[in-house]
């Protein structure tokens, strides 16, 4: 062996970002979304006709931090049914199967609507860590679900925010900020049309490309520096 050969550096080469996403992510998300399947059919079963279960966040577009089981569901009602009456009913049939937990409100301030909170802790064997259901009681009118929009975007988006929630996890302001500047530019891509209303896109990338200088960043500092999005 050379001299040169044997004092050659050799630097060891970091993992791509696609990797670091899969690092990051929730192992436990199919056992995960098939718990949801299974409790969104136990409820549908007590609900009225023409009431939806959705599953909702970060289990829905696949960027479910590890540690992180929770389980979103939203009950949304049809308008007959969703008076403050007829909620307050539907909440005690479905409270043997997740109970209840407070009254919230939903809607944007000076329009808000009657909802209620349920919410069951349990676990699981093969899961590690515990596992919460939230479940919405709520009208159907003003109910997006930006999830279903979000699980749409590249690969190379969802990793990014994935690795950079996962960066921030240790501190809520700018775990917080992560968060609010990827919902800032799903809300502002849908009032610009990027999707229809089944989640299929009929935008075009330069949409989608002006979305991401106006609210994201290909680094974390240029996201946290984000001005307050306005949307």
């Given amino acids: 062996m050379s001299d040169q050969e044997k004092f050659t550096p050799k630097f060891e080469q970091k993992p791509d970002l696609h990797t670091l996403a899969e690092q990051a992510r929730n192992p436990y998300q199919e056992q995960l979304r098939e718990i949801a399947d299974e409790y969104s059919e136990k409820l549908r079963a007590l609900l009225p006709e023409g009431s939806i279960v959705d599953l909702g966040g970060s289990l ?78 709520r009208p159907t009118e003003g109910y997006v679900g930006f999830a279903k929009f979000q699980s749409t975007f590249p ?52 949409i989608l490309q002006e979305a991401q200088k106006t609210f994201w960043g290909d680094k974390l500092e240029q996201i946290i520096s984000k001005s307050q999005p306005e949307i």
Avoid: C
């Fill in 60 to 137: 829905l577009s696949n960027t479910a931090l590890k540690g992180h089981n929770d389980i979103d569901l939203r009950i949304l009602l049809p308008e007959e049914y969703a008076t403050e009456e007829k909620i307050r009913e539907i909440s005690n049939a479905i409270n043997a199967i997740v109970p209840f937990q407070k009254v919230r409100p939903v809607g944007s301030p000076g329009n808000e609507k009657f909802a209620v909170m349920h919410q069951l802790e349990f676990e699981k064997e093969k899961i590690e860590g515990g596992i919460e259901i939230e479940t919405s009681v």
């Fill in 155 to 206: 690969q190379e988006l969802l990793d990014e925010y994935v690795v950079f929630k996962d960066q921030t996890k240790e501190d809520k302001k700018r775990y917080k900020k992560v968060k609010e500047q990827f919902y800032a530019m799903t809300r502002w891509l849908y009032s610009q049309g990027y999707w229809d209303e089944t989640g299929k896109i009929v935008g075009t990338p330069e």
